[in-house]
């Protein structure tokens, strides 16, 4: 059974950094697209940022804040997000799919964790 667990979110003043954690199980992501997507409270999920083997990708919102990594020996990608803003806040999700895509099209989905910005 493939799990993605988030780790990592919380309550941060603005302009602070949280490290968020997807850890996967049940097969290896090595090979595969890993990304995160975030919900805000009456909004669609949205488009974070995304790895595959070989490229990242972020969206506008997040560019020059946030970094996404992967260590696949510990079948784990990473989201460092620093000078976060209030509307940074969301529920963040990790997702994994063998295809690179910017909509929340992925395959396996995480459970969620929340980050909350404070101004």
């Known amino acids: 059974q493939v799990q993605l667990v988030e780790s990592g979110g919380g309550l941060v003043q603005a302009g602070g950094s949280l490290r968020l954690s997807c850890a996967a199980s049940g097969r290896t992501f090595s090979s595969s697209a890993m990304g995160w997507f975030r919900q805000a409270p009456g909004k669609e999920r949205e488009f974070v940022a995304a790895?595959?083997?070989?490229?990242?990708y972020y969206a506008d919102s997040v560019k020059g804040r946030f970094t996404i990594s992967r260590d696949n020996a510990k079948n784990t990608v990473y989201l460092q997000m620093n000078n976060l803003k209030p509307e940074d806040t969301a529920v963040y999700y990790c997702?994994?799919?063998?295809?690179?895509?910017?909509?929340?099209?992925?395959?396996?989905w995480g459970q969620g964790t929340q980050v909350t910005v404070s101004s």
């Open positions: 997702a994994a799919d063998p295809i690179m895509r910017r909509r929340p099209q992925y395959e396996y």
């Open positions: 790895v595959s083997p070989s490229r990242t």
